[in-house]
């Protein structure tokens, strides 16, 4: 699991990237990178009820990229705030697929 010291947890920093960030989609997900002033990245997950109506798949996928994300955090360039988005078809694909999915993004990104 990612730690708290990692994650995006105020509305209106969340709001800031999404609004703000540059961004990159795919059909699986879509990333939001904007420049922050901390010495660390910090991300936040959304998976909206479109993904599927099933609290419990909503969850297995953040929970899926929460630790993509903590596995990538060595290789993440510090002092980025991510806003990922999982948009529907991340429920049918495998957690490899989730994984070069993201790692692109971060590549598209010049966050890696």
């Known amino acids: 699991m990612l ?6 947890t105020k509305t209106k920093e969340i709001e800031n990237v999404f609004k703000n960030g540059k961004s990159s989609f ?3 997900l ?3 990178i904007l420049k922050s002033s901390n010495d660390f990245s910090r991300f936040v997950v959304v998976v909206s009820a479109k993904v599927n109506k099933k609290a419990v ?3 297995q ?3 899926r990229l929460h630790e993509i994300a903590r596995l990538h955090l060595t290789k993440i360039k510090p002092g980025f705030d991510f806003f990922i988005l ?4 991340a429920k049918a694909v495998t957690y490899q ?4 999915s993201l790692a692109g993004h971060l590549k598209r990104l010049q966050a890696l």
């Open 26 to 28: 795919d059909q699986i």
């Open 61 to 63: 996928i953040k929970r």
């Open 3 to 8: 730690p708290k010291k990692f994650r995006i």
């Open 57 to 59: 798949v909503r969850n």
């Open 30 to 32: 879509g990333v939001k």
């Open 97 to 100: 697929q989730l994984e070069s």
């Open 86 to 89: 999982a948009l529907p078809a």
